[in-house]
């Protein structure tokens, strides 16, 4: 499995923009770019996702560099539940793609201050 | 719409004991997967059923089996138990599309005495 990179941990101020970095210098042409989020005491949660092009949804923005070798998911303003470990994750949608098999890395934790 | 809905959240047994949960998937959702989650290895797949047929398996021994039901229900078993299988024990279920995300339950907590 495609591997990523992401930093121990981050801190942000309550209400203010969170840049989230992802390296994944070694993804393939047949992966999409996932994120979950995982809250204290919860499963985890879909965030977001991206083939090449950048996405917005209600929760978060994902931009995805030209190169794909790395990706930024935005949280446009942090709130005290945003608080969480933040996942990116390569998922292979090629041959036999739909599969639930994902490979989970350590995470970025992230802290909102007040 | 429901959730995921795992059983039973917390459970305590003894080494050699068996375990089985349980995990009902979000109504229409084909695709159940099951992973493990410790302080240690973090997140870990450990298999994936679509329409009753196992699909995907990760690296455990053969202690740990599942099983999904005609109405996408499945069960999780782990035989023999040893300490280090104390964990928490999280259901996923999809559509099993391509793409398609991931609904999590809130997992079962399994100690290992």
């Known amino acids: 499995d495609a591997k990523t990179t992401q930093p121990n941990s981050m801190e942000s101020n309550e209400e203010e923009p969170v840049h989230l970095p992802c390296n994944h210098s070694?993804?393939?042409?047949?992966?999409?770019i996932h994120w979950y989020r995982q809250l204290p005491s919860q499963g985890p949660e879909y965030v977001i996702h991206?083939?090449?092009s950048n996405v917005n949804n209600r929760m978060a923005s994902l931009a995805i560099a030209e190169d794909r070798k790395s990706s930024t998911l935005i949280l446009h303003r942090a709130t005290l539940r945003d608080a969480a470990v933040y996942y990116c994750?390569?998922?292979?949608?090629?041959?036999?793609?739909?599969?639930?098999?994902?490979?989970f890395g350590k995470g970025i934790t992230l802290s909102v201050r007040p | 719409k429901a959730g995921v809905t795992q059983t039973p959240r917390y459970l305590i047994k003894t080494r050699g004991q068996q375990v089985t949960l349980s995990c009902s998937p979000i109504?229409?959702?084909?695709?159940v997967s099951w992973y493990q989650q410790t302080p240690g290895q973090g997140l870990q797949f450990l298999f994936e059923?679509?329409?009753?047929?196992?699909?995907n398996k990760g690296n455990f021994p053969g202690r740990f089996s599942g099983r999904q039901f005609s109405n996408s229900r499945s069960e999780m078993n782990v035989s023999t138990l040893e300490l280090g299988d104390s964990a928490l024990y999280l259901c996923?279920?999809?559509?099993?599309?391509?793409?398609?995300?991931?609904?999590f339950g809130e997992g079962s907590r399994l100690t290992v005495l």
């Open positions: 996923a279920s999809s559509l099993g599309v391509t793409g398609g995300e991931l609904f």
């Open positions: 070694t993804i393939s042409g047949t992966d999409y």
């Open positions: 991206g083939l090449t």
């Open positions: 994750i390569l998922r292979d949608v090629g041959v036999g793609g739909a599969n639930s098999k994902l490979t």
């Open positions: 109504s229409g959702h084909r695709s």
């Open positions: 059923y679509f329409s009753e047929t196992q699909r």
